[in-house]
Nanobody, 121 residues
Framework: QVNLVESGGGLVQAGGSLRLSCAAS????????MGWYRQSPGKQRELVAR???????TYADSVKGRFTISRDNAKNTVYLQMRSLKPEDTAVYYC???????????????WGQGTQVTVSS
């Protein structure tokens, strides 16, 4: 099992920036992908950004050009740099990892506990 610990959430004014971090620990052979999702009250959890093992990134249309996902393989950590934040970005942000614990093993998934991001207008 992989443990994901998020940090960096908080309260920021519209137009401001925040950087989220997600550190992974546990028995990991390799990461297939790591990403950030978010969920606001009354809405389904949605993909924000994702980076796969080859470094290919995917972004939700609503955050393209404002958010950047990156990773530090040595630290097993993924980051989400958020700029030009809007009130509609307010949500709980969850880190997600898809990984293998051994070669040719099945793909497994883990979620972090979530970190609140609140953007005031």
């Amino acid at each position: 099992q992989v443990n994901l610990v998020e940090s960096g959430g908080g309260l920021v004014q519209a137009g401001g920036s925040l950087r989220l971090s997600c550190a992974a620990s546990g028995s990991i052979f390799r990461f297939i992908a790591m990403g950030w999702y978010r969920q606001s009250p009354g809405k389904q959890r949605e993909l924000v950004a994702r980076i796969n093992s080859s470094g290919t990134t995917t972004y939700a249309d609503s955050v393209k050009g404002r958010f950047t996902i990156s990773r530090d393989n040595a630290k097993n950590t993924v980051y989400l740099q958020m700029r030009s934040l809007k009130p509609e970005d307010t949500a709980v942000y969850y880190c997600n990892a898809v990984y293998q614990v051994r070669m040719l093993g099945e793909s497994l998934g883990s979620w972090g506990q979530g970190t609140q991001v609140t953007v005031s207008s």
